[in-house]
């Protein structure tokens, strides 16, 4: 546990425009390459390169080489959390196109953060877990019950492997556009997981959103009573 943490020195890091769109491409939980990243920011790769290492030396992101190329990642759950309480404080940027609108009302809708779902999406199915008593709310994290551990469980998450993690099991994560908690650690990364599987959710290419499938509306509402 750090007992005197550095948060200037981490501010400073974050606190740059190409740094914070480099990291905010990155909440999506992929590993993407320093031309995508580059890409996303627009600048120059020869910027990227610099900004990305000193993200790397900071311990905001970590990096693996794979031949020639290096692809990078948010270090930890720690970071992508930082990151969303962030967006749910600060104030809305101007938008100035109608991709960008398109953009944020995909975003908004569904995501991922990091490695679970949110955004409207990932708040209405938290919610229902909790009106079904299947989750229940303890601190600042969520609990599963034992109702909620065997419908999990029947309805194909690895509830068992996910608590023997060394992370938050259940934790309430604040959502920047619906300024409530959807599920994220552990559990809800399996649980998006899950939802990915079966094809219920898909990402969406270059973006973080992701998109509810046809199939996917249908499987919700029957499985947990999520009416979108």
């Known amino acids: 546990m750090c007992t ?102 995909a975003l908004r809708y569904a995501r991922t953060c990091y490695d679970h779902l949110a955004g409207q999406v990932g708040v209405a199915l938290t919610d ?20 909620g551990k065997q419908r999990l469980v029947h309805f194909g998450v690895e509830v068992e492997e996910e608590r023997k993690r060394r992370r938050h099991y259940a934790r309430q994560c604040l959502d920047w556009s619906e300024r409530r908690h959807h599920v994220s650690g552990a559990l809800g990364a399996a649980l998006t997981r899950r939802l990915f599987e079966l094809r219920w959710i898909e990402r969406l290419e270059g973006v973080r959103a992701v998109r509810v499938t046809t199939e996917g509306l249908q499987g919700l509402a029957d499985e947990f009573g999520v009416v979108l």
């Open 4 to 105: 005197n943490p550095n948060i200037v020195e981490v501010a400073s890091l974050i606190g740059e425009p190409s740094r914070i769109a480099i990291l905010l491409h990155l909440l999506g939980g992929k590993s993407l390459p320093a031309s995508e990243l580059a890409r996303a920011a627009r600048i120059t790769p020869q910027t990227a390169s610099s900004h990305l290492s000193k993200m790397v030396e900071g311990g905001l992101l970590v990096h693996e080489s794979y031949g020639r190329h290096k692809y990078y990642r948010l270090a930890s759950a720690e970071v992508a959390y930082a990151l969303e309480a962030l967006q749910a404080i600060a104030s809305p940027k101007p938008i100035r196109s109608l991709r960008e609108s398109d953009q944020l009302r």
């Open 128 to 147: 229902r877990l909790l009106e079904l008593g299947l989750l229940q709310e303890e601190g600042k994290d969520f609990i599963l019950s034992p109702e």
